[in-house]
Every structure is written in C-alpha cells, then in structure tokens.
C-alpha cells in the first residue's frame, strides 16, 4: 500500500528538481544568446566590460517571463520521463492510483510557481528591463520615451529649429488627429523661456500642428488669433508610440496606467493584452503541464521514450505558437479579452483531458 502524503512529497521534490533544472539551463542559454546579441548590436561601439555583463543579465528575468509557459510543459516532460524510465509509475498505477492522483501534484505545484512568476518576477523583470533601456541609451545616445502622463494631462518633449518644445494636451482623439486643451512652452537650450502658447485644440496634420482660438504670450505682449499653425516633427502615431511600452510596466502599476490612458483617449489595447496575459500567466502554466501529460509512454523497448519525449518537446512549441497567434487573432476581432485570453489555455486543457482521458495505456 502506498503512503499518498509520502507519495505526494516525492512527486513534488522530482517536479520541483525538473522545473529548476530547466529554469537554470534557460537561463545559461539565454546568457548565451545574449552575448551574441549584445555583441551584433554594439559592434561598432565601445562596451566597458562591466556594462555590458549587465546588459547581459538585466534581461534575463524578463525573458524568463515571456517563457514560463514552456518552461512549465519542458519540466513536465522530463518529470515524466523520471517516472517512467525506472518504471515508477507503471508501479503507481498498478497499486491502484488514477493518473490523475500523480498529475495533479506537478499542476498544483506549477500554480504556486506561476503566482511566483505573475506577482514577483514579472516586477523584477519590469525593474531589469528599465535599467536595460537606460543603460542601451547611455551607450547609443538614443532618445528615450518622451511621453509623460501627469495630473494636467500628457506632456511631450520636441527639439524642433534651435528651440525646445514641451507640448502639454489634456485629451488627444486619435481617429480624428486632435489634441484638446493645448499648451506649449517654448525654451531655448539654456532653458530660458522663449514663448508659451494656449490653444482651445489643435489638429496635426503633415508635420503642422494648426492651433484654434490661441493666445501667444511672450517677455513683451500677448497676442490673440483664431488660428495659427506651427512646424512639428510629431505626428498622432509618434505620439503614441512615445509612451512607455507595457512590458515596462509591473503588473501592480498596469491598472493604473491603463485608466489614465483611457481617460487621455490614447489606445489601450496592448496594455490591456499584457496585463490579463500576465494575471492569467499561472493558469496558462497549468494548462501546458496538461498538455505535456498526453506524452506518456510506458513502453521501454525500441527507444520509445526518447521519441516521446523528441515529440513532446516540438509539439510544445508548436502548441505555443498557436496559442499566440490565436490570442492576437481573438483579441483584435472584438472578442472580451479575458476570453481571449482564457480561450487557449481552455482549448489546451480540453484537448488534453480528452487525450488523456482515451489513452488506453494508462
């Protein structure tokens, strides 16, 4: 008779062994591939030693994000394999334990790893990735984002003819290329005050930004006019791609975010997609260790293990990439997103489940 507490234990120390074997070994690959990477992009520039380790390893915590779902569905395989390769769970089985029994430990245990992932890594990984992007701009002398949200609305900076522009609008409509409530102030390079000008709204239209009902102050006077354009290198696109991408962003800041992008009428969506990926993160772990569940073989003859396991492994990544292209499909044809991000996971554990569910052999 098996002991289920002890069985339980040891089933949960094989898994956690697996799930950390393979976290490691990512981890070495992505150092790794890193390296290269590093050393194509700054090729023509010079990395002191120290800077570019840490390029190297500010990455890695968010990359580690990205892939947990495989992670998760690698470390299942070999749990498997563990198994049954000394015949273990051919003896489980036998003595009367449903395979459920043995897989619901690895589940319950990823879920635990998954929440670990969503609620501590994702904000290191978040913390890594900006220290990454200002270390890369140091380097390159690349702009960074130029995009600020504070409590009287967007600001935008713009070096435009020898003059600084910082341009604050409480509300832009994208469809309509609009920003409402404008001010801009007008510095030269010493910051020194050159002009500021308040308009009602303005259109941006082929590098021009034509103003409506304006007031321009300067040093001397102040002016009125019902209309007036001025040259500008932004454009309704640009200005949204100047705010910071949603992957710089913990999971505990998203919300927040997202509802005063909302209340500035800037597009949400990809926010919106990676914070519920991110939420749904432990649930989606889950379904892969699902998935790798239908590649059990109990047979020890003619290799059969490895080609499960060689099987396992491409239908992994194939499974993944479906999944992804099927949550961009679902969630840019007006599906809920919860849904259309819940929606793979679900098809994965059904399908699973049925396999399971028919696989004589067990």
């Excluded at 409506?212 to 949204?240: G, H």
Aim: hydrophobic share 50%.
């Amino acid at each position: 008779m098996i002991n289920l507490k002890t069985l339980s234990w040891y089933l949960t120390k094989l898994y956690f062994k697996c799930f950390f074997i393979i976290l490691f070994l990512l981890i070495g690959l992505l150092i790794i591939s890193n390296i290269f990477d590093l050393l194509q992009k700054f090729k023509n520039i010079y990395v002191p030693f120290s800077f570019f380790w840490r390029l190297i390893l500010y990455k890695i915590p968010y990359l580690l994000g990205q892939v947990s779902s495989l992670i998760s569905f690698t470390a299942m395989l070999f749990f498997l394999r563990n198994l049954t390769k000394n015949n273990e769970l051919t003896a489980m089985l036998s003595s009367g334990i449903h395979i459920w029994q043995v897989l619901v430990i690895p589940c319950i245990a990823t879920l635990m790893l998954g929440i670990v992932f969503t609620t501590i890594l994702n904000p290191i990984g978040t913390i890594s990735l900006q220290k990454y992007e200002l270390l890369e701009a140091k380097l390159t002398k690349k702009a960074l984002s130029e995009g600020i949200i504070s409590k009287s609305g967007l600001l935008f900076f713009e070096a435009l003819n020898d003059e600084n522009q910082i341009i604050q609008t409480q509300f832009i409509n994208v469809a309509e290329k609009k920003l409402n409530n404008i001010t801009i102030l007008f510095v030269d390079h010493n910051n020194s005050f050159l002009k500021r000008i308040d308009a009602l709204y303005g259109i941006i239209e082929n590098k021009m930004l034509h103003l409506n009902r304006v007031k321009v102050f300067t040093k001397e006077e102040t002016k009125a006019y019902n209309n007036l354009t001025i040259q500008t290198n932004l454009s309704i696109n640009s200005l949204v791609n100047k705010f910071i991408r949603p992957e710089m962003v913990s999971i505990w800041a998203l919300p927040k975010l997202i509802n005063e992008l909302l209340n500035s009428g800037l597009p949400v969506i990809n926010y919106q997609i990676y914070y519920y990926k991110q939420l749904f993160k432990p649930i989606m772990m889950m379904a892969t260790v699902i998935l790798a569940s239908c590649f059990i073989s109990l047979k020890q003859r003619d290799n059969s293990q490895e080609k499960i396991l060689l099987l396992g492994l491409f239908s992994g990544f194939i499974a993944y990439s479906l999944s992804e292209i099927l949550l961009k499909i679902l969630t840019y044809n007006n599906l809920s997103l919860i849904a259309a991000i819940l929606l793979p996971s679900m098809l994965i554990f059904f399908i699973s489940n049925f396999i399971m569910l028919h696989y004589k052999e067990i």
